[in-house]
């Protein structure tokens, strides 16, 4: 169809509103990033060119290292567990059975929680002093054993992964329940007829048709775990010594804490590259076609 010029230009005008917010508050502040990730900042109104000894001091940095390994840790548990337990759940809930509605509100209530809220929530949870765990770990005789586990270097991360996957996982059940409604019943019972029942059915039939939402919830979550800051910065602030300090917390500290803003913004340009990394090489890891 031979597109007129008029309608080039009606398609022009309805573009350009939407291009120029997304030329403004993504393509100008990634530019703007790596283009300070190359000055040194000494106030406010003062840098220097400074080329690429950020990167080196950013490269050399045990703590910069120690902060990718956490992200990466805390990425693989908490995009593993999310997407597992938001299958599970999900598929429950596709199931109907009496009462689902009740739970499906349930699990997805957490999810309305800011992030702040649930960080102090899952703080008050593991507190020794007015916590809900000590009382449990009385009961069964173990009480002088119990310490917090968000001051326990070894815990600490595992521990906000917990309130993670607490806090998140709602939205992945509603996500894959919402592919599973998309399924066509005519292809379940057919499948049912054939013998396909539980795991057989969920393996051969289900997993297949909602490859879609799969992928797509695999990698919102990746890049979601990747830019977690808010739940890290009130459960631990980072600590115990530097075990929970993401990516993004490593970079707060450095550049609002300790204004080194040339190095905040080579952590903020490695994140960005990541991130881009990451999506490509799941979606080419992922790129079986679903079955419909």
């Known amino acids: 169809m031979k597109v007129t010029k008029n309608a080039r230009l009606t398609i022009l005008l309805f573009v350009i509103p939407a291009l120029v917010i997304y030329v403004w508050w993504v393509i100008y502040p990634i530019i703007s990033a790596v ?23 950013v490269f050399k940095a ?11 840790i805390f990425i693989l548990f908490t995009t593993i567990l999310q997407v597992f ?6 598929y429950l809930v596709y199931l109907q059975q009496p009462g ?5 509100a349930l699990l997805f209530m957490p999810t309305i929680l800011p992030s702040v809220a649930t960080g102090f929530i899952w ?31 070894k815990l600490a991360l595992y521990a906000v992964i ?60 990746t890049i979601g775990a990747l830019r977690s800051f808010d739940l890290v910065y009130v459960m631990t602030s980072g600590g115990p010594n530097h075990s929970t300090e993401v990516m993004p917390m490593h970079l707060f500290v450095n550049a609002f804490q300790n204004f080194n803003l040339g190095y905040g913004n080579v952590v903020a340009v490695i994140l960005f590259l990541m991130a881009m990394i990451l999506t490509v090489t799941m979606r080419r890891l992922m790129q079986r076609d679903s079955l419909y």
């Not at 689902?100 to 499906?104: A, D, E, I, M, Q």
């Open 162 to 221: 917990f309130a993670q996957l607490w806090a998140g996982v709602g939205t992945q059940i509603i996500l894959f329940n919402s592919g599973f409604m998309g399924i066509p019943a005519e292809v379940i019972e057919s499948a049912k007829m054939d013998g396909a029942t539980g795991l057989k059915l969920v393996q051969s039939m289900i997993i297949p048709l909602s490859w879609d939402v799969i992928k797509m919830v695999i990698i919102l979550q």
């Open 85 to 90: 337990f938001g299958f599970l759940f999900g």
């Open 62 to 72: 045990a703590l910069f290292w120690k902060s990718m390994r956490v992200s990466l």
């Open 100 to 104: 689902y509605r009740f739970y499906k």
């Open 35 to 57: 283009y300070m990730s190359f000055f040194q900042t000494e106030t406010l109104h003062s840098s220097h060119f400074a080329g690429f000894s950020n990167y080196l001091r």
């Open 123 to 153: 703080s008050y949870i593991y507190s020794p002093s007015m916590g809900v765990l000590k009382p449990f770990m009385k009961a069964i005789g173990l009480g002088k054993y119990y310490a917090s586990p968000i001051a326990d270097p």
